[in-house]
Every structure is written in C-alpha cells, then in structure tokens.
C-alpha cells in the first residue's frame, strides 16, 4: 500500500501571504490529522477530518483552517501568514476502529516564511 | 492535563551498547501510547502501539513496555542505522483523537 502522501514538500512565502497544503491518506483511511512541528514546540495538534467533518481542533488561531473531501483527501489553509508559522507540517491519516486508531505520518510539507 | 515527558532529550551509544528510553505521561484515561521513530527532515515512523499496562511489543532490536505511568523503549545492541530521535505519543480515551507528543529523544549511535 502506498503511504500517506503531501505536496508541495517546500514551500517559501513571504508574511501575509496565504498557503494550501495538501494530504493524500493511505487508502482506505477515512481519518485525516494535521500536526505542525517546530524546533521550540515539538509536534502539535492542530485538527482533524473524519468523513469530511472536523472532529476536533488544536489551540491554533482561526488562520489556521482545513477541509477534507469526499475521497478523503485533505486540505489545510493558512492565511496571513506570520514568521512564527514557519515549521514542519505533517499530515497523518488511520483507519479507526472502536478500540484503535494507530496515524501513520506522511514526510511532511516544509514551509519557510520569510 | 494531559503530558507526556520524555528522558533523557539526548542519548550516546557506542554501537552494542544496550540501552532504555524513559516516556512518562499523565493522561485522564489512556486509549493507547504510540512510538514513533523520525529521521531529520521527515515524518515520524510508526513503530510500536500499547494499549494497557503491561504490554509488550518487539521489532527486531527494540521492545516497548508500558506500565500505568511511563513507558520504556529499550534498544538492545544498537547499530548506528538506529541513530534518529524516538518520539513518544499519547492518545487519551476520550472523543478526541489527537496524539500528544513528548519532546523526544535524540538517539546516537555511534560505530
């Protein structure tokens, strides 16, 4: 099976710009997290996507935002962007059951905020 | 609320030198810990998910063990492909599904 998948893998903007990364989960997993990474911080939630429904969201400012779709390919925004949004973004997708619900990581999308 | 604290932040090993990796966690309710492994500049690599005190998982030279307060990762005669930080996550038995992750540890392993 192919692993979770994101694009673009680098990203450079500049502050105030906006930016959409994207997610493609192993197939056949309905449920979509997104964490970001920084040296400081280490990884942190920031929400996730069960059947294109936002289940639950991280402590992130309203800039930050996403969507899934009916293939259970997800998106996430961020507008307006600052220099304290530069971090590693990682996507992470898993077939839940009642009792499981093991994420698998994608290599993650490097964004730069100059 | 819920934690999770890992020991030591950086570890160095001479290659055979067997060793334990500390996460400790408090959570209200556990519905699994999870281990991943992360080289840099990628996503974490799943390895191993406990569920209840006094599981045991292997793959081939670690073996993660959990207890009602901490979990061990132990690496038995390490080669310097193990080198990478080993991250340690808790997912709490409640409606939200979000891992909370330790800081990691910095493993070397040096030949």
């Known amino acids: 099976k192919a692993g979770v998948t994101q694009t673009p893998r680098y990203l450079i903007k500049t502050r105030g710009q906006q930016v959409t990364l994207s997610c493609s989960p192993i197939s056949g997993h309905r449920s979509v997290s997104w964490y970001q990474q920084t040296p400081g911080q280490g990884l942190q939630f920031l929400f996730e996507?069960?059947?294109?429904?936002?289940?639950n969201k991280g402590n992130f400012p309203g800039r930050f935002s996403g969507r899934q779709f009916s293939n259970s390919r997800s998106e996430m925004n961020v507008s307006t962007l600052e220099l304290g949004d530069s971090a590693l973004y990682l996507c992470?997708?898993?077939?839940?059951?009642?009792?499981?619900?093991?994420?698998?990581f994608g290599p993650g999308t490097r964004l730069t905020v100059l | 609320e819920d934690q999770v604290t890992q020991s030591p932040e950086a570890l160095r090993l001479q290659e055979g030198e067997s060793s334990s990796l500390n996460c400790s966690y408090t959570?209200?309710?556990?519905?699994?810990l999870f281990w991943y492994r992360q080289d840099p500049g990628k996503g974490p690599e799943f390895l191993f998910t406990?569920?209840?005190a006094g599981e045991e998982k292997e793959k081939e030279r670690l073996k993660a063990t959990l207890t009602k307060k901490e979990s061990f990762l132990h690496i038995t005669a390490p080669k310097p492909e193990d080198s990478a930080t080993y991250l340690c996550?808790?997912?709490?038995?409640?409606?939200?599904?979000?891992?909370?992750f330790g800081s990691g540890t910095r493993l070397l392993v040096r030949p």
């Open positions: 996550a808790v997912q709490a038995a409640d409606s939200s599904y979000k891992l909370i």
């Open positions: 406990l569920y209840s």
């Open positions: 992470a997708s898993s077939h839940r059951t009642a009792s499981t619900d093991t994420q698998y």
């Open positions: 959570v209200s309710g556990l519905r699994g």
């Open positions: 996507y069960f059947s294109e429904t936002q289940r």
